[in-house]
């Protein structure tokens, strides 16, 4: 058999056949639900008749509008009456079907996609989809996650396969280790900033080289999340002792001889030596500077010593126009330094960073001092209630809030404000969240890109500086 | 799924680069639980002067004189004529739907995301990818020319213009049939439900750990 990347080992070992439209039928180990995505599904198989074709591969967990507030009151803590609605209507089905679910009063329940992880549900060599783009984050492990829209939901529901043709091969080859203060986050927005959010349009990315295996399964996570904002349905990084280590012992990873059976075909999740790549990226880690988005795309970011860019300078009038209406939209001149923007609110939060390591590191820069006097707001929303429970046990909560930050409950929150949280027009936020677009956080609201570390120094200083010189 | 065969009418020009979903339908109003009710809220931050909510028709919103849709040239508009990267950002198939419901049947553009092209294909909304400097072109014939109308004929994959010119596009042949007959995508797969359920069971065997949550 010739030489094969990762993807074309997962994606054939679930190839079920080819549809009489040339498609392929890709069998789905693991679906993940949240209530926004969903109900249609649900409503389309009972509209038609149909079952799960099998229960045990859904898992459930409300995460996008939940408040961050009043979580002990569970469902009556929405305010919202058609956000509830939604949230009762994820309780109702998974119920009927018989799904499990970690609900609004669940420690268990959180982000989508930190929860998956955090259970062992995510395992390498798995198929995963859900009906949520930031689903390429479960990469992490080798395992193929993509996300999909609700048609595709419901498909998956009824025949546990989700039909389509295959991508490109993308190698994203990362070279170096990440310096002091510099994260993950800091590498995949400057990947996106080189090759562009249509950068990898019709690929799955394979991130390799001595800057990825030097990552934690956190980081690796922070990593192959943003995989769709550089336009990739999927990224993907082999599996080595990192991820085995963090998946042993988790409540749904296999246990005794299965965990040995798993583990051995693990371990053959790599890409081989000669496997050929459509494409490909290098980035150097080791050179790195904090990154800092300054515009309404992740492709439009700059270094923390750079400034806004001069649309007179950009290569045609097209592009020229677009910068200046990003400039526009953020309320920013060209040319004009990044240290020099102040900010109004900061969010450390969302399925790109919330996880445990991503609040250690914050809380680090953030412990003995204060919110500058500036900042109207600095949330943290941990991924989910066991990050949260871990984070009060490690005394991060206390720094947080000593320092002024709000201490809040888990879930999607102002990383797209279907809950409660969000900018009010023209406010300017750091956010460790994954979208810049214009009114993501709220409308009219104004959002810069950044790591956890950096969204605490700003909220320290209440404008942009580069963390390392407060290290 | 609503098929789709030949549409004619209005070109709307949308000249912005990498549309991304929150703006084609903004995340306040994903809170339905239906799959309609879409429409009146594609655009919004765009189409409106003001901040909407979920209810609020546009009869009392104040709308944006600006925003290309908005014109009065554009109006029953049935085909969007849109730059590199349409619908890229999330997954939401909540963007289809509102484009569907606000009335077009067709998007033109030089390249899509991938989520929302799949997504396009599920509810009989045609995406049609055309070289960039065809997509000048076009672009440049609707400014000019007030009601400029198109014909998208899906059988003879081709758009055919006033003067009688017509640009030809690719699709692949099965997409095309199942637009066409607009065939339900869950039972043509479970068409294949033994060969799905006997690979499933070939899975258990090799792979039993995924099967034992």
């Known amino acids: 058999m010739s030489a094969q990347t990762l993807y074309d080992k997962i994606w054939d070992a679930h190839a079920v056949g080819t549809r009489a439209d040339g498609q392929t039928m890709l069998y789905i180990d693991l679906q993940l639900l949240h209530e926004v995505t969903s109900p249609q599904a649900f409503a389309g198989l009972a509209l038609h008749g149909r079952g799960l074709w099998r229960v045990a591969a859904n898992l459930a967990t409300p995460d996008h509008n939940v408040p961050t507030e009043n979580r002990e009151l569970g469902l009556a803590g929405i305010e919202d009456a058609v956000a509830k609605q939604q949230v009762v209507t994820l309780d109702d089905n998974c119920r009927r079907y018989g799904i499990t679910q970690f609900d609004i009063l669940d420690p268990r329940q959180g982000i989508v996609h930190v929860v998956g992880p955090e259970q062992g549900a995510t395992q390498p060599g798995m198929t995963i989809v859900c009906g949520d783009s930031h689903t390429s984050t479960h990469g992490a492990f080798a395992a193929l996650a993509q996300g999909i829209g609700t048609s595709d939901v419901e498909h998956v529901m009824a025949t546990q396969c989700l039909v389509q043709s295959k991508a490109e091969n993308m190698r994203v080859a990362v070279d170096g280790a990440l310096t002091e203060g510099v994260y993950a986050k800091d590498l995949i927005l400057a990947i996106i900033g080189a090759i562009g959010t249509a950068g990898a349009t019709g690929h799955t990315i394979e991130y390799m080289g001595s800057g990825v295996l030097e990552l934690s399964m956190e ?20 599996v080595d002792d990192t991820t085995l280590e963090y998946l042993h012992g988790r409540p749904r990873a296999p246990q005794g001889e299965l965990w040995d059976l798993a583990h051995d075909y693990w371990l053959t999740l790599h890409s081989d030596d000669d496997a050929e790549f459509a494409s490909g990226f290098q980035i150097d880690a080791a050179t790195l500077i904090p990154q800092v988005t300054w515009g309404t ?5 700059v270094g923390i010593d750079s400034a806004t860019p001069n649309p007179d300078d950009a290569p045609d009038p097209a592009q020229g126009q677009s910068l200046q209406l990003a400039l526009d939209y953020m309320g ?11 900010l109004d609110r900061i969010f450390i939060g969302s399925c790109t960073n919330a996880r445990i390591e991503d609040l250690r590191a914050a809380a680090n820069v953030v412990r003995g001092r204060k919110v500058a006097k500036r900042i109207k707001q600095a949330l943290v929303v941990p991924g989910s209630g066991l990050v949260k429970a871990q984070a009060e046990a490690e005394g991060l909560a206390d720094v947080f809030l000593e320092a002024g930050f709000e201490w809040r409950a888990a879930g999607c929150s102002m990383c ?9 027009p023209e406010e300017r936020c750091a956010s460790t969240s994954n979208r810049n677009f214009e009114g993501r ?26 963390v390392r010189s407060l290290l | 799924m609503r098929s789709f065969e030949r549409v004619t009418g209005i070109v709307a020009p949308l000249d ?22 879409f429409g009146d809220n594609l655009f919004d931050a765009w189409r409106f002067a003001d901040e909407g909510a979920i209810g609020k ?11 290309v849709l908005n014109q009065s040239r554009y109006q029953d508009a049935r085909i969007l004529l849109a730059r590199r990267n349409f619908g890229c950002g999330s997954s939401r198939e909540h963007a289809v739907w509102s484009l569907l419901e606000f009335g077009f049947r067709c998007v033109i553009a030089p390249s899509f995301a991938d989520i929302f092209l799949s997504n396009c294909f599920k509810n009989g909304l045609l995406p049609i990818v055309l070289e960039e400097e065809v997509i000048d072109e076009l672009f440049e014939m609707v400014n000019a020319c007030t009601g400029f109308e198109v014909n998208v004929d899906l059988p003879a994959q081709a758009i055919l213009l006033p003067a009688g010119e017509r640009f030809e596009f690719a699709i692949d042949p099965f997409k095309k049939r199942t637009l066409i007959e607009g065939l339900d995508d869950i039972d043509l797969t479970l068409d294949y439900r033994e060969e799905i359920a006997a690979f499933e069971s070939r899975h258990r065997q090799r792979m039993p750990w995924i099967f034992i949550n």
């Open chain 1, 219 to 238: 980081a690796r996570m922070t990593l192959c999340n943003m995989s769709i904002e550089a336009g990739a349905r999927a990224g993907l990084v082999a």
């Open chain 1, 297 to 301: 795309s992740p492709e439009l970011v």
């Open chain 1, 332 to 342: 920013l001149a060209a040319d004009q330094p990044m240290v020099e923007i102040g």
């Open chain 1, 416 to 424: 797209l404000a279907m809950n409660p949280d969000r900018l009010q």
């Open chain 1, 441 to 466: 956080q709220g409308h009219g609201g104004r959002t810069h890109l950044v790591s956890p570390v950096m969204a605490a120094a700003a909220a320290i200083q209440g404008r942009f500086v580069d």
């Open chain 2, 16 to 37: 912005r680069l990498n549309v991304d979903t929150d703006q084609i339908i903004p995340k306040q109003f994903l809170k339905s639980i239906k799959r309609t009710g």
């Open chain 2, 57 to 67: 028709t546009p009869n009392e919103r104040r709308l944006n004189p600006d925003f």
